[in-house]
């Protein structure tokens, strides 16, 4: 490989992992964002995110003149039906995760996205039937029995981690079925596309029953649920960028940002209570994705020796 090409290669995977990483790190804040919006209930805002994200990348692809994508997606039913089930997917996860940081359970759902690795191995054996090695069914079976502390000790089933996991691991599969046929912008903009009726219905039930927050807690309030769109957009599109960038490895060992700084957030800043069940239970997750993350580096360096 002549330099200079080595230089430009060098730099554009450089430039991958820090789109990536900024990804990760708008995620992480994500909640204290979402805090910011309060009083506003988890519903009223899964519905404006809906709508504004649409709006945002609508007038992106009025600006890029990217309606030819959009239009040959319509061509695909196949396709088409992809990012209908990626949107109804994708509601479940803000919902949840929304739900989860509004109500003083944002440490939940940093527990959600730790698992979510382990949760990507297990549907490529269930789904993709995918042989594991030894030591990602290690990793698979200290993170059940982590789940299975925090349970026994905490007394209850942490459901908004299971769900986010379970909903992003499964979003991440559709995705991968789409492949690069659907760009993020595109993609984002056919799922916000289907879930228009959830947030209409769901901005009528508010509206009647508590009222609608959007308006009525002052400028500064407004301006910021007004970015919603922008704020679920934007680190979509740095990842989308990184991914193209970077090598898988980087990636994986990047999506650990996130849920860290969302720990961090509740533990530390927020106060949630983390009594030592808790402690054990994600002490056992954070082996497991040790295990799982080097045995994944080594497996890459192997394949890229044996290339």
């Not at 961090?264 to 808790?278: D, F, H, N, T, V």
């Amino acid at each position: 490989m002549p330099e200079a090409a080595g230089r430009d290669l060098s730099r554009e995977h450089t430039l991958g992992g820090i789109y990536a990483f900024a990804a990760y790190l708008l995620w992480g804040f994500l909640p204290l964002y979402f805090l910011l919006l309060m009083p506003i209930g988890p519903f009223e805002l899964v519905a404006w995110r809906i709508l504004l994200s649409l709006v945002f990348c609508v007038l992106l692809i009025a600006v890029t003149r990217s309606w030819t994508r959009i239009g040959a997606i319509f061509r695909q039913p196949r396709l088409l039906g992809l990012t209908a089930l990626a949107g109804g997917l994708i509601y479940i996860n803000w919902q949840v995760f929304i739900l989860g940081a509004l109500t003083g359970h944002v440490i939940e759902t940093s527990l959600g996205y730790f698992i979510n690795p382990i949760a990507t191995v297990l549907l490529a054996v269930l789904v993709l039937r995918e042989r594991l090695r030894v030591t990602q069914w290690v990793a698979v079976g200290i993170a059940v029995l982590a789940v299975l502390v925090i349970i026994v000790g905490y007394g209850s089933v942490p459901w908004i981690a299971l769900t986010l996991a379970a909903s992003f691991s499964v979003y991440g599969l559709v995705k991968k079925r789409v492949g690069p046929s659907v760009d993020a912008v595109s993609g984002l903009t056919l799922e916000s596309m289907w879930l228009v009726p959830v947030a209409t219905v769901i901005l009528v039930v508010v509206s009647s029953t508590s009222g609608l927050v959007f308006g009525s807690e002052g400028p500064l309030h407004t301006v910021l649920l007004s970015l919603v769109g922008v704020v679920t957009a934007v680190p979509l599109l740095f990842f989308a960028a990184g991914a193209r960038r970077t090598s898988l490895t980087v990636i994986g060992l990047l999506q650990f940002v996130a849920p860290i700084l969302q720990f961090i957030i509740g533990a530390w800043l927020l106060q949630e209570p983390m009594p030592l069940e808790r402690w054990i239970g994600f002490g056992l997750v954070w082996v497991a994705l040790i295990i799982l993350t080097a045995d994944s580096v080594i497996h890459a360096r192997r394949v890229r020796l044996a290339a």
